[in-house]
Nanobody, 124 residues
Framework: QVQLIESGGGLVQAGGSLRLSCAASGRTFGSYAMAWFRQAPGKEREFVAAISWSSGSTNYLDSVKGRFTISRDKAKSTVSLQMNSLKPEDTAIYYC?????????????????WGQGTQVTVSS
């Protein structure tokens, strides 16, 4: 059973930084992509970033390019999202997700397994 547990959310002022982590367990992820999505109140779940577990290739939402960095640590079986220069519009619940898919896929339906989410709030 795949399990994803997020941590690292919180409240930060605009311009600040946060680092989210996702601990993954339950299988080997060699052919999987790991991704972060977010969902703000009243909005649909939105792709943020993804990484190929095997190659480390990455994909980002245009509005976070240059501010967010996704990475994975194979030894620890974790995926992280470093978020810098945060803006109020980044406020959302952030979800870790994984599945046997390409890191270029950005639809929530492309990912089979989801964490519970962690709240990120950016104040202006």
């Amino acid at each position: 059973q795949v399990q994803l547990i997020e941590s690292g959310g919180g409240l930060v002022q605009a311009g600040g930084s946060l680092r989210l982590s996702c601990a993954a367990s339950g299988r080997t992820f060699g052919s999987y992509a790991m991704a972060w999505f977010r969902q703000a109140p009243g909005k649909e779940r939105e792709f943020v970033a993804a990484i190929s577990w095997s190659s480390g290739s990455t994909n980002y939402l245009d509005s976070v390019k240059g501010r967010f960095t996704i990475s994975r640590d194979k030894a620890k079986s974790t995926v992280s999202l470093q978020m810098n220069s945060l803006k109020p519009e980044d406020t959302a619940i952030y979800y870790c997700a994984t599945g046997p898919t390409s890191y270029t896929n950005i639809g929530p339906h492309d990912y089979n397994y989801w964490g519970q989410g962690t709240q990120v709030t950016v104040s202006s």
